[in-house]
């Protein structure tokens, strides 16, 4: 018996790589009806990504909110952390309360919030088969060996007088050293929720935007404070410090404004609403 005489009833005009190439450029390339048949397929890429679901957002449209679990509570231990835990020199108390007020935290997010790195997504893989001799022409085949812990949420914050990162920052990082990361009631909760906005223009006008998608990190502590160099030479760049948090989970939702069509896909599956604040008080 021939190989290949009956292999999925696939025939050897449909197998050849060449018909298959032909096939994309007369279905996908040569669009009748236009100037030029070479490029026929340009004036509909053109035409796609004018439409508002795949124009290009730009890359610094994005705001960022810190939510704490518990506001108050965190403030009152940052601010009494020479009291309680570290030696009496750290006095920030004046720093830390005016660089978390509204007009730099709740009106248009975060302002020291300069630059995020949003952490990706990483599955570990190992392939399974002959391990010991030769194995010859086998291929091993991939198995999965788990998902890879979360890498790190790194935010760059802008430093100014009244540093935002050592007034608050490097002493809630201390503060979430010596307590840790234990589920706690939520009167003593240190962690809190940090949301990024990925922001579009809303088709409308140029001036107006809305949410294309948010990315949403639940239970956020500061475990790395990055060092500061000080010289005498100079530099046009803002100054700016960066800071790593720990979180228990994350996920990214297009459901910001809880569309209906949404919230009844939601309500068919049983679940909860995908977006809800966390908090009414924000950092």
Request: glycine residues 6%.
């Amino acid at each position: 018996m021939a190989i290949g005489t009956n292999f999925g009833c696939i025939s050897e005009s449909q197998y050849n790589p060449v018909n298959k190439i032909k096939q994309f450029l007369k279905e996908h390339i040569e669009i009748p009806n236009t100037m030029s048949s070479t490029f026929g397929g340009i004036p509909y890429f053109h035409q796609q990504i004018c439409s508002l679901a795949y124009n290009i957002p730009l890359k610094s449209s994005w705001v960022l909110f810190i939510y704490p679990n518990n506001k108050d509570y965190l403030l009152k231990q940052i601010s009494s952390l020479n009291l309680n835990y570290e030696n009496k020199e750290w006095d920030i108390f004046n720093s830390a309360k005016k660089t978390t007020e509204d007009p730099v935290q709740n009106i248009i997010g975060c302002i020291f919030a300069q630059g995020v790195n949003l952490p990706g997504e990483d599955v570990g893989v190992e392939y399974a088969g002959i391990t010991q001799g030769s194995k010859r022409g086998f291929i091993n085949a991939p198995i999965i060996n788990g998902r890879k812990d979360f890498e790190p949420l790194e935010v760059g914050f802008l430093e100014t007088n009244s540093s935002f990162v050592d007034s608050f920052m490097r002493p809630w990082s201390i503060l979430v050293a010596h307590k840790g990361l234990i589920a706690t009631s939520k009167g003593t909760d240190i962690k809190a929720t940090i949301i990024v906005h990925h922001l579009r223009r809303n088709g409308k006008d140029d001036s107006s935007s809305e949410i294309r998608k948010t990315f949403i990190f639940n239970n956020c502590a500061p475990i790395n404070i990055a060092s500061e160099t000080l010289d005498y030479s100079s530099s046009s760049d803002f100054p700016k410090l960066q800071v790593k948090f720990a979180y228990s989970r994350y996920a990214v939702t297009d459901a910001i404004y809880n569309s209906s069509d949404a919230l009844n896909f939601r309500r068919s599956l049983n679940t909860a609403d995908a977006f809800q604040d966390p908090q009414n008080n924000r950092v």
